[in-house]
């Protein structure tokens, strides 16, 4: 069973970046497909980015040009890279795993950080 932990998160003004680091743990973590997922205030998760073993990438449609998803199998460490953030951005970003394919689906992941809080000024 693998353990991930999120780390990164902080206040940024609208337009700056953020790269969000999540560390997973277990000898076979880099054989896991990662994905990220962020929840705001009243609203339900989101998807936002997953990454295969392999590398291959599938993102949200919203996410596509600012965020960049990423991993290092050597760190064991999957990253988000966020651009031109903007206030809507604000959530709490969670890192999770499964075995298979890339998929948008939370309940398809069943290993989860506790998350790390992203908050947008405008």
């Known amino acids: 069973q693998v353990q991930l932990v999120e780390s990164g998160g902080g206040l940024v003004q609208a337009g700056g970046s953020l790269r969000l680091s999540c560390a997973a743990s277990?000898?076979?973590?880099?054989?896991?497909?990662m994905g990220w997922f962020r929840q705001a205030p009243w609203k339900e998760r989101e998807f936002v980015a997953a990454?295969?073993?392999?590398?291959?990438?599938y993102y949200a449609d919203s996410m596509k040009g600012r965020f960049t998803i990423s991993r290092d199998n050597a760190k064991n460490t999957v990253y988000l890279q966020m651009n031109s953030l903007k206030p809507e951005d604000t959530a709490v970003y969670y890192c999770?795993?499964?075995?298979?394919?890339?998929?948008?689906?939370?309940?398809?992941?069943?290993?989860w950080g506790r998350g790390t809080q992203v908050t947008v000024s405008s």
């Open positions: 990454i295969r073993w392999s590398g291959s990438t």
């Open positions: 277990g000898r076979t973590a880099s054989r896991y497909t």
């Open positions: 999770a795993a499964r075995l298979g394919s890339t998929t948008d689906q939370a309940m398809q992941y069943n290993t």
